[in-house]
T-cell receptor, first 112, second 113 residues
Framework: KNEVEQSPQNLTAQEGEFITINCSYSVGISALHWLQQHPGGGIVSLFMLSSGKKKHGRLIATINIQEKHSSLHITASHPRDSAVYICAVGTLGGTSYGKLTFGQGTILTVHP | DAGVIQSPRHEVTEMGQEVTLRCKPISGHNSLFWYRQTMMRGLELLIYFNNNVPIDDSGMPEDRFSAKMPNASFSTLKIQPSEPRDSAVYFC???????????FGQGTRLTVV
């Protein structure tokens, strides 16, 4: 079993829909990251969080430390949101503190 | 700041040749990471440096891979000799510290034929 599991692997939505991507992890973490990778290949950090909830524009990220689960929500989705969304967890402690372990990514396609 | 700068953006080389990938981190960032992305395995950490010192190189696949960080503003990842299975996108990222938000470069797409 992978240390970081994302679901779904593929997601198709119509413009305007509310989208949720889930991430579960099995290790102790220093922080959880949500990353976005567009078809051109560049990776952008969307959120880094260790508790609670963060919001940026139409994006909301939540984390439940006890349940080892995080969700990324996109409200009023738009075709430009089409990308791969990657969950990554930072390792807790030792020389590997902050080392990122990645989920397999969720491919989101938003149709107009 | 221009962000993390990687070069080259694309590299095509023949099997057996030496390949050197370069990275300039964001000024002031103390941690630098090299990642590899493939369709089969997704993103994997190869090595990371803190204050120019290699901290964790457990992800380096084999002795053909080596990474250096001679100063705070430059790092290289070298593959010698290269093999077709090394074909991937290699990302460099930097952060203020190992637990801080990481900023990624645009990646180097390596193709070994």
């Amino acid at each position: 079993k992978n240390e970081v599991e994302q679901s779904p692997q593929n997601l198709t939505a119509q413009e305007g829909e509310f989208i949720t991507i889930n991430c579960s992890y099995s290790v102790g973490i220093s922080a959880l990251h949500w990353l976005q990778q567009h078809p051109g290949g560049g990776i952008v950090s969307l959120f880094m969080l260790s508790s609670g909830k963060k919001k940026h524009g139409r994006l909301i990220a939540t984390i439940n430390i006890q349940e080892k689960h995080s969700s990324l929500h996109i409200t009023a989705s738009h075709p430009r949101d089409s990308a791969v969304y990657i969950c990554a967890v930072g390792t807790l402690g030792g020389t590997s503190y902050g080392k990122l372990t990645f989920g397999q990514g969720t491919i989101l396609t938003v149709h107009p | 700041d221009a962000g993390v700068i990687q070069s080259p953006r694309h590299e095509v080389t023949e099997m057996g040749q030496e390949v050197t990938l370069r990275c300039k981190p964001i000024s002031g960032h103390n941690s630098l990471f090299w990642y590899r992305q493939t369709m089969m395995r997704g993103l994997e950490l190869l090595i990371y440096f803190n204050n120019n010192v290699p901290i964790d190189d457990s992800g380096m696949p084999e002795d053909r891979f080596s990474a250096k960080m001679p100063n705070a503003s430059f790092s290289t990842l070298k593959i010698q000799p290269s093999e077709p299975r090394d074909s991937a996108v290699y990302f460099c990222a930097s952060s203020l510290g190992p637990g801080a938000e990481a900023f990624f470069g645009q990646g180097t797409r390596l193709t070994v034929v």
